[in-house]
C-alpha cells in the first residue's frame, strides 16, 4: 500500500467521524451534588413554605432529572401563527453549575450558609444575580437563562402548583376524560 492512499484513507475516515458529538459529550449533562446541594440551600427561598424542606427537596430532585434527561435538538410545538417548528438549545446545565456556583460564593461572603442569611439578604442576593443574567419574567418554561427562574417556571407553571394554589386536585397537565371536568374537584389530601 502506497503511503498516499493511506492517507487519503484516514483523511476520509476522519470526515466522517462525529466530532460535533464529541464536543457536545464533554459539556456536562447534569448537575452535580455540590450544585444539587446549593440548590437544595436556594429552594425554599424561592419556593411556596407550604412545600416545606422535603417538598422544596422533591422539586429540586424532579428538576434535577429534568436537567439530566435534557436533550438539545428536540422538537417543541410550534405557537399559533408561527410555522416553524422551534427546537430545544443547548444543555443549560454548564450555566446552571457556574451561577450555583456564582450564588454560593456570594452567599459566603457574607454568611457560613445560605441558610444563615435573612430573607431579605436570600432575596437581594436573587435579585442580582436574575438582574446580572437579563432575567424580567417568569419564562413560560424552563429556558435555561437563569437556574433560579428555571426552578421557580419549572414549579409554578406544574400541575402540583397549580393544585396547591387552589387547595384541589385539578391536575391542569394530566389527561383526563371530559366527564371529569364538569365535577368540581376534589380537594386536596
Request: net charge positive; hydrophobic share 45%.
Amino acid at each position: 500500500m502506497k503511503r498516499r492512499t493511506l492517507l487519503q484513507w484516514l483523511a476520509a475516515g476522519a470526515a466522517i467521524l462525529p466530532f460535533e458529538r464529541v464536543r457536545l459529550l464533554a459539556q456536562p449533562r447534569e448537575l452535580t451534588p455540590e450544585a444539587l446541594a446549593t440548590l437544595r440551600e436556594i429552594a425554599p427561598t424561592l419556593l411556596p413554605s407550604s412545600l416545606g424542606t422535603a417538598g422544596a427537596s422533591a422539586v429540586v430532585d424532579r428538576f434535577a432529572a429534568w436537567v439530566r434527561d435534557y436533550r438539545e435538538g428536540a422538537p417543541l410545538a410550534h405557537g399559533y401563527g408561527h410555522p416553524r417548528l422551534a427546537r430545544t438549545g443547548p444543555t443549560p446545565a454548564s450555566r446552571y453549575l457556574s451561577q450555583l456556583a456564582d450564588l454560593d460564593a456570594a452567599a459566603r461572603a457574607k454568611a457560613p450558609t445560605w441558610g444563615a442569611l435573612d430573607l431579605e439578604a436570600r432575596r437581594s442576593l436573587l435579585d442580582v444575580s436574575l438582574t446580572k443574567a437579563g432575567v424580567r419574567n417568569l419564562p413560560s418554561r424552563p429556558m435555561g437563562q437563569h437556574v433560579v427562574a428555571d426552578l421557580m417556571a419549572f414549579y409554578f407553571r406544574s400541575s402540583a402548583a397549580n393544585d396547591l394554589c387552589y387547595n384541589a386536585q385539578i391536575r391542569r397537565e394530566i389527561c383526563r376524560p371530559i366527564a371529569i371536568t364538569t365535577k368540581r374537584p376534589a380537594p386536596l389530601g
